[in-house]
């Protein structure tokens, strides 16, 4: 029998930020903050009841190193 390959899963950007979150030890506060966004919609996006702007997905990449187009919707491809 052949060796089959086994692709690679991708985990959803909300699930890898909200265990990111978790693994931190910082409060959402904090996080918030450093995000440049508010804790309400922190809470939204970790809550999956709102999506996650360009900008906003480029500030989680620079915070976090979840890259941006793990967060459906934001372009595989962004602008130089």
């Not at 060796?3 to 931190?24: M, N």
């Not at 966004?37 to 976090?64: D, N």
């Amino acid at each position: 029998m052949g060796a089959r390959r086994r692709e690679k899963k991708r985990v959803p950007g909300r699930a890898r930020l909200l265990l990111w979150v978790t693994e931190s030890g910082k409060s959402q506060r904090e996080i918030s903050a450093l995000l440049g966004i508010s804790e309400q919609y922190m809470s939204q996006i970790l809550a999956g009841s709102r999506g996650v702007s360009l900008p906003v997905a480029l500030e989680i990449e620079r915070v976090t190193g979840i890259p941006v187009r793990d967060f459906s919707g934001i372009p595989r491809r962004v602008p130089a």
